[in-house]
């Protein structure tokens, strides 16, 4: 009777035994020791320690499954598409996109300054204007035949027709300088207007990074916003000024210039590429008062004037970029 309760027990081990993968060669071992005193005694003591050991090891294994399923039922399983792209970002990304309005901003005297002129000159009274005013002058005396030789028809505009043909990037800027210097005199203040004028490089020199306007851009962009340039500047002028900022190619999604569409921004034309460009999207200009944003209202586009010689000319651009949510 109490060796047939001892078999009994040794086949109930040998069964708990084989629920341990890792030990299952050891089962087969035990299963074929004849159920003898001596033998039973042995399997015995090496049960104890067996099934101390199991159970030890079965507690771990059910705690470690236990952490790791609670885990996988807590994470947030991120939705998918057929191509494994999250949905949720998608969702997001079509929001932002869904209220995304553009800004377009000018390039001289917005995003970038000209540097100033002397202040012994200045003190005489003479500022950009004046030598604008006066080259301009001069520029009208070119016979435009002379001009259209080179570059065809002209468009309409109420610039001098060599200013038109080199911002709309018709004529070179070599081209441009050597019309000049043919037709004014030794002494004449545009020879030297013109040497500097009508070279890149030395415009490129003359133009300083607004840097808080820059910041303004920056939020634009933060909050969502596609955000441009719009610009009169000569294709050679801008290709330099690139160049010297990388972050105007970088930094802009779209750039409208001149020189480069060989249409003027006082132009309705000009703004067709780019309402066509962002359909059913409210377009902002940002420039100094002119004919540009004159042009561009008469087109649909919202005009913001910016004025960089009022003290508070950015502040007040500030506050108007907040009124129209384009900033927080």
């Not at 001009?147 to 080199?166: C, D, N, R």
């Not at 962009?221 to 596609?226: F, I, L, N, V």
């Not at 902002?284 to 008469?298: E, H, R, S």
Request: charged share 20%; net charge positive.
């Amino acid at each position: 009777m109490q060796n047939g309760i001892l078999l009994v027990i040794w086949r109930f081990f040998v069964n708990c035994i084989k629920k341990v993968p890792g030990i299952f060669f050891l089962s087969i071992l035990l299963s074929s020791l004849p159920a003898q005193a001596m033998w039973r005694q042995m399997a015995s003591c090496i049960a104890a320690g067996i099934r101390q050991r199991s159970g030890a090891l079965f507690c771990g294994v059910s705690a470690v499954a236990g952490v790791a399923g609670f885990a996988y039922a807590k994470k947030t399983v991120v939705p998918t598409d057929s191509n494994g792209t999250s949905t949720a970002d998608a969702s997001s990304k079509k929001t932002v996109l869904k209220n995304n309005k553009v800004v377009l901003w000018g390039i001289n005297n917005v995003l970038f300054n000209p540097v100033q002129i002397p202040w012994v000159v200045r003190s005489c009274g003479v500022t950009q204007q004046t030598f604008k005013t006066m080259f301009y002058k001069d520029l009208k005396k070119i016979p435009e035949n002379e001009i259209t030789s080179k570059t065809g028809v002209l468009p309409q505009s109420t610039e001098p027709p060599l200013a038109v043909a080199w911002l709309t990037g018709r004529i070179s800027c070599q081209d441009a300088k050597e019309l000049v210097l043919k037709h004014t005199n030794a002494f004449s203040l545009s020879r030297y207007v013109a040497t500097n004028a009508f070279s890149a490089q030395e415009c490129v020199k003359r133009l300083q990074k607004n840097n808080a306007m820059l910041v303004l851009v920056a939020q634009c962009k933060e909050q969502g916003h596609s955000v441009g340039l719009s610009s009169s500047l000569n294709g050679e002028v801008f290709d330099a000024l690139v160049a010297r900022n990388p972050f105007l190619n970088t930094d802009f999604e779209v750039c409208f210039i001149s020189g480069k569409r060989g249409v003027m921004t006082s132009d309705l034309a000009f703004y067709d590429a780019l309402i066509e460009k962002f359909p059913h999207k409210k377009i902002y200009l940002i420039d100094v008062p002119g004919p540009a944003l004159t042009a561009a209202q008469k087109k649909g586009i919202i005009a913001i004037e910016f004025i960089a010689s009022a003290p508070d000319g950015v502040e007040k651009l500030k506050a108007r970029l907040q009124a129209e949510k384009l900033i927080t």
